[in-house]
């Protein structure tokens, strides 16, 4: 079993609407979750952690699912400029490694 | 503030030439190192991680190797490249210590072997 996993999509949605979509992870010792976005033939790049009582930053909220071993990312007003893939990272505890799912690629369309 | 810098942004190189990547931190100390390999439409592979000067932590058996010779300075080379070689490669830090910071990555290095 991967450490990370991700449905790859594509989610295709218009400009406006809400999309989600998460991320299992197989090592209940976690400790540590993040969000990053990646541009075609870009570095990836941090949108935001992921803390245990769930965050928003702006139109983005985070959540995080112990108990079932899952984070969730939920975009809503999706924006053209949301276009991207979306990795999720895992950091377990006590190690210094940081895992990355394979990514899930949304494209909003006018 | 902390940036990451990382060369050549693409490279072309023959099978069995011998490759060497370099990426440098500033602003910070003591931080994790990480090379990360990244196939076409696939996720990152992790190839070696560095909790300091001369400890490098290999992930994956194969063609390369890693050095670290200076806190801030992670290098990664290969004796004889292969065409599997090809991909992007991409330098990371993060703040020391186990159990997790995020991560800040370099632009990369879009490497074809031909």
């Known amino acids: 079993r991967k450490e990370v996993e991700q449905d790859p999509g594509p989610f295709n949605v218009p400009e406006g609407a809400t999309v989600a979509f998460n991320c299992t992870y197989s090592?209940?010792?976690?400790?540590?979750f993040f969000w990053y976005r990646q541009d075609c033939r870009k570095e990836p790049k941090l949108l935001m952690s992921?803390?245990?009582s769930g965050n928003e930053d702006g139109r983005f909220t985070a959540q995080l699912n112990r108990a079932s071993q899952y984070i969730s990312l939920l975009i809503r007003d999706s924006k053209l400029s949301d276009s991207a893939t979306y990795l999720c990272v895992v950091i377990p505890a006590n190690d210094y490694k940081l895992s990355f799912g394979a990514g899930t690629t949304v494209t909003v369309r006018a | 503030s902390q940036t990451i810098h990382q060369w050549p942004a693409t490279l072309v190189q023959p099978v069995g030439s011998p490759l060497s990547l370099e990426c440098t931190v500033e602003g910070t100390s003591n931080p994790n190192l990480y090379w990360y390999r990244q196939a076409a439409g696939r996720g990152l592979q992790l190839l070696f991680y560095?909790?300091?000067?001369?400890?490098i932590s290999s992930e994956v058996p194969q063609n390369l190797s890693a050095s670290r010779p200076q806190d801030r300075q992670f290098i990664l080379s290969s004796k004889k490249l292969l065409l599997s070689d090809s991909g992007f490669y991409l330098c990371?830090?993060?703040?020391?210590?186990?159990?997790?910071?995020?991560?800040?990555f370099g632009q990369g290095t879009r490497l074809t072997v031909v």
């Open positions: 560095s909790v300091g000067i001369g400890q």
């Open positions: 090592n209940s010792a976690s400790q540590s």
């Open positions: 990371a830090w993060s703040g020391g210590g186990v159990g997790g910071t995020e991560a800040f």
């Open positions: 992921v803390y245990s």
